[in-house]
């Protein structure tokens, strides 16, 4: 059964033979975007749809139903969903890398300007919440060694090919 429904899944997205041959972008119909059947369920509003987006033609009322079928028809599937979301994760992950480059480090590089080399000033300007919270995360943990395992091995290939 699971295999059966992944080649459906497949064949949705490369298409047949003869639909390819058929087709102008030689590609499968597509699979929806996820929450696209919830477009379906709304039929009552009409909306104007001019041919060639040009508002001098004829124009067709379609129904937000009718509407997002015609869309779907004319390449937006999961895979247009999926290139539309890249720059939104791009985005989404520097925001969280320069929020914690801020929240971690920007308060250390503040001690110790704000210290002028005492310890005991640098310790009571310094968060320690935060920088217990650094120290304790397996995530940075993790980047810290593969980092050094990967100088560590980079300095040894170096050494094996002089």
């Known amino acids: 059964m699971g295999m059966s429904m992944s080649n459906h899944l497949l064949s949705d997205v490369a298409g047949s033979y003869s639909s390819r041959s058929k087709s102008s972008n030689n590609g499968g119909s597509g699979i929806p975007m996820p929450l696209f059947e919830l477009f379906q369920l709304i039929g009552k509003s009409k909306f104007k749809v001019y041919q060639g987006n040009n508002k001098s033609n004829k124009y067709e009322e379609m129904t937000l139903a009718d509407l997002s079928v015609r869309v779907f028809e004319e390449g937006n599937d999961f895979r247009f969903g999926l290139a539309q979301a890249i720059p939104v994760v791009i ?68 050494m094996g090919n002089k």
């Open 91 to 158: 985005n989404e992950l520097m925001i969280r890398f320069l929020w914690a480059l801020k929240s971690r480090f920007v308060d250390g590089i503040d001690a110790g300007l704000r210290s002028q080399g005492q310890v005991l000033r640098f310790a009571l300007h310094l968060n320690f919440v935060a920088w217990k919270r650094l120290a304790l995360d397996k995530r940075i943990n993790r980047i810290i060694i593969f980092l050094f395992l990967a100088r560590r091995f980079f300095v040894l290939y170096r």
